[in-house]
């Protein structure tokens, strides 16, 4: 019989989707903005260069469950930055990235012809790791509408793409969910730090789980506030069994942090100030864009924190407000990656340099 290879059963890659309009943008005469990808142009902090530096030198093999002071800068970092409590040095675990974790995490758990549950607009990833590890996949929003049968369920806040907030009631009901089915909840947490109108809350905080961090995992990324994308720094944190489990099975697949990044990951962990002096980076931008979008008929929906702005023009679905942008040089995101839910909007980044941002700023003004 011949052979079925994984990758006929994936959907197409979203960016090569758009390489069309890529290249309409990019023929404007003053050259592409763009505002698709949630990519770092800011600079690695210097104490950051400076860790990784220190410590190129080492030969050995690292340790997948990352060095002590790793953990250890972990669950102190989770607590100060986010007060999340009752963490441990079993129940952190640094990831190769936080898309590798995403997207390994149901294959990782066993879950193969399980049901897993991924929001009705969602990071891509969510619905990949899921076909990767031939599971069904549901679209929902709302515990009460979730299937009782779900093994894992991926919640996104704040959202990529929409920008939107979970609330601590809705985050309760999700671990209520996982309580009464048995479920995992997996909350990716990636833009924690980046709370605009309010403050994001985290599944891992007291107020959520009453101390209780059974069935539920927090995923976290250093690649935005610490612009260590390159770096390809992410943890997973929570229930420490889950944590133990994903560790077993990642020693013996290889999945290791490098030793050199791991430092890194520990510097990045041990202070606040360039992450707190980043975001105001971000906000910088996302005002002066929020300034330009509706004189350019856009409405702004959701966007309460992260890094993207949803945005919808009058008359015109994801596509075609895509090519619009295109015109003026300026290249988004369409909301039809995120799911049929996002066929309305587009998804506008903040990661451009001030000369960029400035630059859309004064194209969709003309």
Known sequence: MPRSPLSSTLP??????????????????????DLSVGGPVDPVPPTIQLALAENAAAPGYPQTMGTPEL????????????GIAGLNEK???PTIGLKEAVAWLPTLLGLRG???????????????????????????DDPADAPRDAALVFINSPSNPTGALASVEQLRAWVEFARDTGAIVASDECYLYLGWTTDPVSILHPSVTDGDNTGL???????????LASYRTGMI????????????VRKHAGLIVPGPIQHAMTAALSSDLHEELQRSVYATRRVE????????????????????????????NSREALDWLAERG?????????????????????????????????????
């Open 217 to 227: 995992l927090a995923l976290h990324s250093l690649s935005k506030t610490s612009n």
């Open 71 to 82: 953990r250890e800068a972990i669950v102190s970092a989770l607590e100060r930055r986010f």
């Open 91 to 93: 129940s952190v675990l």
């Open 330 to 366: 300026i290249l988004a995101a369409p909301g039809d990656f995120y799911g049929p839910a996002g066929a309305q909007h587009v998804r506008i980044a903040l990661t451009a340099t001030d000369e960029r941002i400035d630059a859309a700023v004064a194209r969709l003004a003309q």
């Open 114 to 140: 399980e049901t897993v549950v991924i929001p009705e607009v969602a990071y891509p990833t969510y619905e990949v790791g899921a076909l990767i590890a031939g599971c069904n996949i549901v679209r929902c």
């Open 289 to 316: 864009l929020l300034k330009a979008l509706p004189g350019a008929g856009f409405t702004v929906d959701a966007s309460d924190a992260g890094l993207y702005l949803w945005v919808r023009r009058e008359g015109m």
């Open 237 to 248: 944190s929570g229930d420490e069994n889950l944590v133990q489990e994903l560790l077993e």
């Open 12 to 33: 197409d890659f979203p960016w090569d989707t758009i390489l069309d309009v890529k290249k309409k943008a990019a023929s404007h005469p003053d050259g592409l903005i």
